[in-house]
């Protein structure tokens, strides 16, 4: 006899089925679109020819694309390992007998809630009139210039903000897991007379190893992703020391008639990304099961 559905069957349903219409409306299509649109000539209007694999052999040849890998790269890897390294500092901080624990915490978390183009505009009002002036006032020749009008130094005042964005969502991270790490453990490297930094290496790293890989793999794929600090901070300037693969596809994509050329490496960017988090994870699963 065949089952009838009852209403919480019918409320399941209905909820599941509006997911997937809008993940692949505004997800999966979008991706799908974006694929065949780099294998065309397209401009971002009018028509357009298919043109094979010429984008993506193009992207390998083009200056442009590598000076802004060159720049993510460099980007993301001096970002997480300050973002990681701080935050676990922090956690280490936050987690032990303070007062008003909850409210430092929630307060801590702040830059995380606020936009990162709001957070970026108020850091360039710092860098280019606050910081200048301050310089002036005391005679620091290092703060005199905005350090966004160096071209040496431009993506150090962007590395700032994000990182400074960054800590707080990692930090929580960390301190969930520190929670997670028995008492009695801590005793008894406490018995065995364990310095604090061999506590920390021998006890406490390893028992957060989890949570250390999902913070190492959700940084490195934010920063690998960088584009609300650099819109609001430097538009890729000077003479485009700072533009990210996010921001030239963006930028050239929307705006250079660049659309299919900049879709092809969307592509490419998306499979660096993903391969980037997979290498992550399985060298990661490999320490956890070690340790």
């Not at 032990?96 to 990162?116: D, E, H, M, Q, T």
């Not at 310089?135 to 150090?156: C, D, K, M, P, R």
Request: one cysteine or more; proline letters at 2%.
């Amino acid at each position: 006899m065949k089952k009838r559905m009852t209403n919480r069957d019918k409320t399941f349903w209905a909820v599941i089925i509006c997911v997937l219409v809008l993940f692949f409306t505004f997800n999966t299509l979008p991706m799908i679109k974006g694929i065949i649109y780099s294998f065309t000539n397209y401009k971002g209007y009018g028509s357009y020819d298919y043109v094979g694999f010429r984008n993506y052999i193009d992207l390998f040849s083009d200056v442009r694309v590598g000076k802004s890998y060159l720049f993510t790269f460099k980007y993301a890897l001096a970002g997480t390992v300050l973002v990681n390294v701080l935050s676990l500092i922090m956690a280490l901080g936050l987690n032990s007998r303070i007062r008003f624990k909850s409210a430092v915490r929630g307060i801590y978390f702040v830059p995380n809630i606020l936009g990162g183009l709001v957070i970026g505009y108020i850091f360039s009002f710092i860098f280019t009139y606050i910081l200048p002036a301050v310089g002036n006032t005391f005679h620091i020749s290092g703060l005199q210039n905005s350090i966004l009008a160096s071209e040496t130094y431009a993506w150090v005042g962007v590395l700032i903000v994000g990182v400074w964005q960054a800590v707080a969502l990692n930090t929580i991270i960390y301190i969930s897991g520190l929670q997670t790490v028995p008492q009695d453990v801590y005793e008894a490297s406490m018995l065995d007379g364990a310095s604090k930094w061999k506590e920390f290496c021998h006890v406490t790293l390893p028992l957060v190893i989890p949570f250390v890989t999902i913070n190492l793999v959700l940084s490195t794929k934010n920063f690998l992703m960088v584009f609300d600090q650099i819109i609001s901070l430097t538009k890729g300037g000077p003479a485009q020391s700072t533009e990210s693969i996010s921001y030239l596809i963006y930028r050239n994509g929307m705006d250079g008639g660049q659309f299919g050329f900049q879709s092809a490496n969307a592509v490419i960017f998306f499979i660096v990304i993903v391969a980037i988090s997979i290498f992550q994870m399985t060298v990661m699963n490999k320490k956890e099961e070690q340790l």
